[in-house]
């Protein structure tokens, strides 16, 4: 089945430690998204691609960046995590942006642990 | 900017009742998209249905319905025969299809179904 996969699902970094969460998708879709989702709370967009041209939100921090290396592959790096970056990250793809069927579909995420 | 607003952060409801599931949403735009999202308890999110702001008909996907009112910028959700496997986090969201299209979510509402 065509589908979104994060790995790993869990992460467990340190104070300071660079880590990077990794996405892939088999739906050959455009556009890739980063999402950061706290505990109950609705996910909040970090950044996304479309095909390559990088789509940064504006009050994303600069502590978070993004690869996106061929359509199949992209990584959410967090240069210094802290202990607020602790949360869910959302990965999520489309065909496209901004017209009709243009669903979202998002993989299982990965929880990041922050020590 | 738009906005999505859920107001109700919970509900509960007994097996095999309905539901309705409150959403409103401001946006200037004349066209746009409305989407349920599931996400049930550590597991991935998922479409449940889907408006467009063009079409007057409701939407309908099985058990679940909406009620769209554009004028009102009002757009609830409807689960009839309430299933234990509907418990889960519900987010409202809205697709813009301007130039900078985004998903905007709203905060969630936690549905539990009790057997």
């Known amino acids: 089945d065509a589908m979104v996969i994060q790995n790993p699902r869990y992460q467990v970094t340190q104070f300071g430690k660079p880590v990077t969460l990794s996405c892939s998708q088999t739906l050959n879709h455009n556009v890739m998204y980063w999402y950061q989702q706290k505990s109950s709370q609705a996910p909040k967009l970090l950044f996304h691609?479309?095909?390559?041209?990088?789509?940064n939100e504006a009050d994303t921090p600069d502590n978070f960046q993004s690869r996106r290396p061929n359509t199949s592959f992209c990584f959410l790096d967090i240069r210094s995590p802290g202990l607020g970056d602790a949360a869910m990250y959302l990965c999520a793809t489309s065909r496209g942006v901004g017209y009709s069927g243009n669903e979202q579909f998002f993989g299982p995420g990965t929880r990041l642990t922050v020590l | 900017a738009q906005t999505v607003t859920q107001s109700q952060p919970e509900m509960s409801v007994q097996e095999a009742e309905t539901v309705t599931l409150s959403c409103t949403y401001d946006t200037s735009e004349n066209n746009y998209y409305l989407f349920w999202y599931k996400q049930p308890p550590s597991r991935q999110m998922i479409l449940v249905i889907r408006?467009?702001?063009?079409?007057?008909q409701n939407a309908t996907e099985n058990r679940f319905s909406v009620n769209f009112q554009k004028a009102a910028k009002s757009f609830s959700l409807k689960i009839s025969d309430s299933q234990l496997g509907d418990t889960a986090m519900y987010f409202c969201a809205l697709l813009n299809t301007g130039a900078n299209s985004k998903l905007t979510f709203g905060k969630g509402i936690t549905l539990s179904v009790r057997p």
């Open positions: 691609y479309y095909d390559k041209d990088f789509n």
């Open positions: 408006q467009e702001a063009y079409k007057q």
